[in-house]
């Protein structure tokens, strides 16, 4: 049976690009004629709101569907519009796959057991429903946060098997405090780690910070970021879900913006695929990428969002373009990401085609 | 300015219980007249679903209204149905609110600055709108994931100020592996910090785990687990949304599985809300909750949601109620937990009425 993996590996060969476009609408970037026709349809309403985002996104991916593999919307743009901004986010992802389109939902979900089965089956999954089950939102990935361990991405897991869907996990983030907690090092293995853990059931009556403990003979002390411990982790969730290409469905999302930590979480997570964000806007060059692909060129998927999205407002393609012709800009701006990703990807020796 | 947890405090004492009942419904759970008079109306759809579950919560809202001050729906359960699926999610809060009581969402949403704004205007905040902004979901408070770390947490602080909502950020989660990336000791001092941190720089050319450094000096090493970091970082998220009665409206949520870490963690955030899940159907018993409370009898809300909502399926509420009084059922659900945790409260010396 064919994996998400292998399904989106063929999509990548299919287009001759990693490059993955993410569709994040905003009232305030989006061009007045579609604002305009939808309020004349709809008033000044949440429902107004629903289908100029429709319109926008449908207007992107025309513009992007013959060059790229994948688009990725990020749910909260939407959500935050309640009913009507789910529905246009329901829609989107419709008219994307019927494009042919790989849909990537970025919704960081994350709950205990029995809720992450609910968020699984309604994104990726089936829901029960009046007879048998059916299926809501039917994205072919979604990505989730790895706070509360194993048992939250246990159903996500699940579906990934029974319905080839895919999963990409939080390891190492794009954003600025993504070490806070992501970089902390922790101590993998110690000598005194039983009396170490013992002082964590602590009764809570001695002072403050009395559960941090010294540790003795350091010499045989090993430390290790969490990231890296998430990155075994994912490792090991995704061996279960390996396709034919030798890929996991189970990615991870590390960010572009740190490709030291990048270069390492490749070398633990040679089969599982990483969603890079972080490219353009947030500052991460297309060198920098490179360190989350794999020597075959594969492994990686490279998203960019407002730079594509909103190319009609910014330099270079507002000298050409306005808002009448933001799905020409979005257009350029995609072949000017991909050409440039090419080129990086040719010098770093990782061009498959 | 009275903030949400002034208002939140207010409402405890006016119900004298820190219970919150929680809002989760499931179809294959509901009353099955409930279920026929929404397909009756609209057919085996979403949309019945939708009108099952808000004719669902209305009832158990009924039903405990005048017992708990809080509720505490989560989104999970009804975003799994799509658009519809939320529109029941939006009415149930509308209804909650306007029946008197405090609603938390439980949504545990997390991404990087500029998305969790999104996320933080249409849940607690303002969206931009046609003219000017709207709210959209305004529920009182919602949980929040903090793997990003602090940038991913800002827009939700920004909006607790401005809008006097709240936020419960999850510390230690009630989940029987939440310890896999939150109990995770790590480094907080040793002499050698700054080598082993330039370690993580490593151009990856060294052996895969050439990451993972060993510490010397280890009498000077210090190790904490990485919720108690984080703990402190609520602490200093919520130091600047203080109310009048002396805690923050940034809270955090706390399983009430785990008393040993919340008697530590009750220490180092003395003036943060926990949000205490995992009693009852996951196992905490009312005496392991008490823990999480202060000695004032303050500090804690504790949560319960299928042993109320579906009271009528179970012992011993299933002997003398159907599914025709499954209201009835949670009622009286609702009182034995009240009743179990105020008689806990006495004797821990903590009830304050």
């Known amino acids: 049976m064919r994996t998400f993996s292998d399904r989106l590996m063929d999509a990548i060969d299919d287009k001759r690009t990693v490059v993955c476009v993410g569709l994040d609408p905003r009232l305030g970037l989006i061009p007045a004629f579609l604002k305009q026709e939808s309020v004349s349809k709809y008033g000044e309403t949440l429902e107004a709101v629903s289908a100029c985002y429709l319109a926008f996104n449908k207007g992107i991916i025309d513009a992007v569907k013959d060059k790229v593999a994948l688009v990725k919307p ?58 048998g089950k059916t299926r809501v939102y039917d994205v072919d990935a979604i ?101 034919e290409r030798g890929y996991s469905s189970v990615g991870a999302v590390v960010g572009a913006t740190y490709p030291s930590e990048a270069r390492v979480l490749r070398k633990i997570m040679p089969k599982t695929y990483f969603l890079v964000p972080g490219y353009g806007a947030q500052g991460g060059s297309a060198k920098d990428a490179m360190a989350c692909l794999n020597s075959d060129g594969y492994g990686a998927i490279i998203s960019s969002s407002r730079d594509i999205d909103y190319a009609y407002r910014a330099e270079p393609f507002c000298r050409s373009h306005s808002e009448d012709t933001f799905d020409g800009a979005a257009s350029e701006a995609t072949t000017a990401m991909t050409d440039a990703i090419s080129k990086a990807m040719k010098s770093a020796g990782k061009y498959p085609w």
Not at 81 to 97: I, L
């Open 74 to 131: 990020q749910i909260a743009f939407y959500e935050a519009y309640g009913a009507p901004g789910v529905k246009a986010f329901e829609e989107t992802v419709r008219y994307a796959r019927s494009a042919g389109l790989i849909v990537i939902e970025d919704a960081k979900r994350n709950d205990i057991g029995s809720t992450a089965e609910a968020y699984s089956s309604g994104h990726i999954g089936e829901v029960e429903f009046w007879k």
């Open 143 to 243: 990505t989730v946060s790895p706070y509360l361990g194993f048992d939250g991405v246990q159903p996500f897991l699940d579906d990934c098997r029974i319905h080839q869907k895919g999963i990409f996990v939080l390891v190492k983030t794009s954003n600025p405090s993504s070490g806070q907690l992501q970089d902390l090092l922790h101590v993998v293995d110690c000598p005194w780690m039983n009396e170490v853990r013992q002082g964590l059931a602590d009764d809570g009556t001695a002072p403050l910070f009395s559960n941090m403990r010294q540790l003795g003979e350091a010499d045989k002390v090993t430390v290790s970021p969490n990231y890296m411990s998430m990155a075994i982790n994912v490792k090991m969730w995704g061996d279960g879900v390996l396709g």
